[in-house]
């Protein structure tokens, strides 16, 4: 089984309008409640490829059960821990730059948290447990970290959706994959790189730190994946991008997916590049259809 953990999930309202005016009133042509948040938007997409997973994670109040009720619409499975303050509405505002305001996030209180950690307890030895998305500001800031032990003590794998110092944080636990971005690789070591082979080379150094598969990605123009054995690129989806949100979500869900039916990273990779773009390409999260529009598009090259 695959569990996805989001501690901080979301209702995205998403507004649609020409032009946001600073100031001023404005007014929609479209808007949306969409369940969101990013290990939620990972076990959508799961459910597209058709891999059991269930989302694990903190709801609370009316945008909770609003959050719940669309999942289960999905047939996507959940056994959250429900707290007393209210999930989180975070703002999407596309016009003609998109704009997302986050909020912060609900109170959790130490039972709630206690009760989110037994939930670790089912665990059993080839899970993979994907973590991803922020905290809320009532849990600690190595919460991911915390619960690594156990997770290893399972027998799962782990994937942490995190950068900066809670990255690197957790690559002594050996996570499955990491995926930087290469804006957020080049923060990781506080250098700047252009794409090149030096990227490779910082991209390698996460490997050596424990990680068991490094995918770097670089929005519309491609991506790596560093493997043990080998490095491999893929060239960018061609297509027009209307929307930034969950690209990278769906690009891990891909990769985790396949990797969990077929053990093979370069299959991973190929598949998370093509779910990446399929929800680049659309308004909400890509759905099966849309992941195989853009499949045939990823071809996989071993560069070493
Ligand atoms: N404009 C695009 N054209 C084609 N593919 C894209 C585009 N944007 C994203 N992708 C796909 O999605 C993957 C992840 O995108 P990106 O590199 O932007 O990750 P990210 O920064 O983690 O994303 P997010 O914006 O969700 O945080 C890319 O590797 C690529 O496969
Ligand atoms: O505030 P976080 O947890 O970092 O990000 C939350 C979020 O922006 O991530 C998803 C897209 O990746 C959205 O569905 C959601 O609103």
């Known amino acids: 089984m695959i569990y996805t953990v989001t501690v901080n999930p979301a ?6 309008l020409e032009k946001v005016n600073s ?5 929609t042509n479209n808007d949306a409640f969409l369940a969101g948040g990013k290990g939620i938007n990972v076990s959508q997409i799961l459910n597209q490829l058709s891999v059991d997973n269930t989302a694990w994670g903190f709801v609370g109040g009316f945008t909770g059960k609003e959050l719940v009720r669309q999942l289960n619409q999905k047939r996507i499975e959940s056994d959250f821990v429900t707290i007393s303050d209210n999930t989180r509405v975070n703002v999407k505002i596309h016009a003609e730059k998109e704009t997302e305001i986050n909020a ?6 130490d039972q709630e948290i206690t009760a ?3 939930r670790l307890n089912d665990l059993k030895k080839g899970d993979i447990v994907v973590m991803s998305g922020s905290l809320t500001p009532s849990l600690p800031t190595d919460f991911y970290q915390s619960l690594l032990p156990t997770i290893k003590e399972a027998g799962a794998e782990f994937v942490v959706d995190t950068t900066g110092q809670a990255l690197i944080d957790t690559l002594e636990y050996k996570p499955l994959v990491i995926k930087p971005n290469h804006h957020e690789l080049a923060d990781l070591f506080g250098v ?4 090149s082979d030096v990227m490779l080379e910082y991209a390698q150094k996460l490997l050596d730190m424990g990680a068991q598969n490094v995918m770097v ?4 123009e491609g991506g790596f994946l560093l493997t043990k054995d080998h490095v491999y690129h893929a060239k960018g989806a061609v297509g027009t991008a209307v929307n930034s949100v969950g690209a990278g979500d769906s690009m891990i869900a891909g990769f985790v997916g396949t990797y969990y039916k077929t053990q093979d ?4 990779f190929r598949i998370g590049m093509a779910c990446g773009a399929a929800t680049a390409f659309t308004k909400d999260i890509a759905v099966k259809s849309q992941i195989d529009a853009v499949l045939p598009q990823i071809k996989v090259e071993q560069i070493s």
Do not use: H
């Open 11 to 16: 209702l995205d309202y998403v507004l649609q």
């Open 23 to 27: 100031g001023e009133v404005n007014r």
């Open 104 to 109: 912060a996030g609900p109170n959790i209180t």
């Open 116 to 118: 989110f950690k037994d």
């Open 192 to 195: 700047t790189f252009d794409f």
């Open 217 to 220: 990605s670089m929005a519309g």
């Open 265 to 268: 990273p370069k299959e991973g």
